[in-house]
C-alpha cells in the first residue's frame, strides 16, 4: 500500500454518447458496459489496492451522489467530494487538492478518470506506482501516456521530449506539447514518431499542481484560496452551510477550463511537466464502436452482453436486456435494448448518438433520453 | 348481396415467417402488420358485404379457433369449420366444400386465404362478383389472376390460354398451366407475356370442386365422402363426438397435398379451368420484406408502425411496441420489437427469418419461438 498517497476518481461524466444506456440520472461511469460490473466499480477496485479505501476519494457533481454512494459502499461518506456544478477539470482538479492537502500537505495524489477501460490492473498497478515515486521525488507534475496499439483519431497525443528511466528503469519523457484529436493522417504519423495517447491520468503532489495552478491559472488559484480559507483546515465532505456556499459562489466564477488547458500546456512549455510511458492496454471507452473493440468477439466479430444471436451476422454489438435479441444477416451494427427505448446504429457512426439524442428531444421524444 | 354464395376464409397458416410478432399460438392472419386492423379481420371486412356473415365460413384448426373467435365476433360460432390438423390446401377446401354443400348443394363458393392484402375493396369485389356469376354459369373453375405489378419471384403464375370476355366484360382466360416461384430471369419473361399472378383465391360451386377431386384426386375425395356420410345432411360445426372421430381418422388417411396440385393443375390440362384477370393491388404478405413494400413510406424509405425514429437511415421497416426504436445511419433493416424478442434483419434476407427461427430452437431459445 503506498503511504501519503491518494486516488481521486474523477466521476463526472454525463456519457450521452451511450445512449439509450446512458441518460443524465445514469452516466457512463455507472454503466456495465465491458462486464458485469460499472465502469466505476472497475476503478475503484484498481486503485482501492494500491491507496486503500480511506485514501481513495471520488468527485462528483451533486446529481450522481447518492447513485455513486450505492454503486461503491467500499469508500466511506467523507471520501465523496461534491461539486456544486460541472465546471471541466480544472476546477475539478483543484478543489480535490484542497481536499488532500487539507488530509495530508505532503501528500501525492493519482487523478484517474472514473470511466476508462484497463484490462490488466497488474500492469496499471506497476505504471502508476512509477509515477507516484516520479511525482514524489520532484516539484514535477506526471502525466501517463499510453503506449498508442493504433492510429486512434479520437484521442489527444502527448509529444515525447528528452528520454530519460524513470523509476524501475520505466521509460519516461518531458513533454513537448500536446497535440487534440488528429486527422487520421496526422494520427498514423504521431503513432510512427511514438507519441504517447493522453489518458487523463495524472499524478503530482496536492501541494505542486496548486503551486502550478497559482502559477499559470491565477483566477482559479485565487478561488481555490478562498474555498480554503472557508475550510479552516477541514475536509469538504459533509461542508457547513457557510462553506458549501463559498464553494458555489466560487463555483459560479471560476473558469470552466481543462487542466490541460489551465496548467499542463504551460508547465509542459516550462519544463515541469513528465510523461511516464504506460505499456497496458487502455480505452476511454468514447462510444458503442469504443466498447465493440473491447469485449470479447465470436468468430465473426460480434460481441455483446445479455441474450443474443448473431445469425450470419458480423461486427455487431448486442446488449440485451430482458428480451432475446436476434440479428439476421447484418453487418457492423450497434444494438441497445433498454426498457423504454431500443437504439440501432451503424457501428461507423456510433459518435454521432449525441446528435441523435438532441433530434429525439426536438421530436418530442425527450423523455426517453433522460430517465 | 349475392345469393346461394359462401365465402371460404381459409385460416390455417403458421407465418414463421413473421417471427417474433407470429407465433404458433398467434400466426400471421391475427397480425396487425398493415394496419391497426389484423389481416383476418381485414379478409372479414371484405367478404361480409358480398356474402353476409350468415355465409362467410371459416376454416381452421384447433390451436387458432379461439383466438379466430375472438377475433371475428361477427362471424357465427357454427361458421367456423375446424380442421383437425394441417393437411395443405386440397383437404381444407374439400372439407369447406362439404359444409357448403350440406348448407346448399347449388352453391358457388369463394375460396379466400385469410393473410392476404387488398387494398382497394371496390376493385376486389368487382373481381369477385364477375367470378361468382362465371363459375355459376358453367361447370368450371375459376382462379382469380391478379396482373402482376412487377417480377415477384416468390409467387407462382398462371400461364394464360385463349381469352374471352368475362361477365361484365373483365378479361377470362382458359389456364394452361402454371409456373411456380420462377427465377427472376424467368419472372420478368412471364410478366412480359401477361401471365398473371396465382393469387390462391378461386370460385366454383361446390358441387364442381367435389366432382373435380373424385375425378383427379380419388383418394381425398373418398375420404370426404365418408366424412360426409358421417355428417347425415348436417354442418360440421359443432360436430357429434363420433363425427369428429372420422374427420380425425380421414385427415390421417388423406394425402396432404395443395389444391393446385391436387386439381387445378390437371382441370386446366382438361379445360376445366379458368381464370379472371384481376386488376387490383393484391400481395401474399409474404415475408418483412412484402410489408415494408406495403406500408405508407416517408421521403426515405421507411415505413413502420408504433413509435419510431429513423434518423440518418432510409428504407427501413420498424415495428415498435411499448418501447421508442431509434435507428442512426442505417439502411435496409427490417427492426421488429415484441414484448419477449427482437428482430433486427437485413430487408432482402428476410425471407430466412424460417431459418433463423430453427437456428433459435437450435441454440436453446426455443421458448422465443413459441409464446
Redesign the interface.
Known sequence: MERHAYAVIIAGGKGTRFW?LSRPQHPKQLLKILSGKSLIRETVDRTVPLFGSRNTLVVTVAEHYHALRREIPVLPERNFVVEPQGNNTAPCIGLAALEVAARDPDAVMAILPADHWVPDPGSFSRALRGALRLARSGGSLVTIGIRPSYPETGYGYILKGKRFKGPGGVPCYRVNGFKEKPTRQRAALLVRRGSLWNSGMFVWKASTILEMLRRFSPPIARSLERIQTAMRDKGLANPSASLRAVVRREYRRMPKVSIDYAVLEKAGAAGRLLALEGRFGWSDVGSWAAAHRMLPHDGKGNAGLG?W?G??SKDCLVY?R?????????QG?V?V??????????M???Q??R??VE??KR?G?GR?TVR
Chains 1, 2 share one sequence.
Not at 430482458?322 to 447484418?330: N, P
Open positions: 439509450p441474450k444471436l445469425f450470419k440485451s430482458d428480451r432475446l435479441v436476434a440479428l439476421l444477416g447484418v451494427l444494438v435494448d433498454t426498457e423504454d427505448a431500443l437504439l440501432i446504429a451503424a461507423e457512426r456510433s454521432e448518438v446528435e441523435l433530434e429525439l421530436r421524444y426517453y
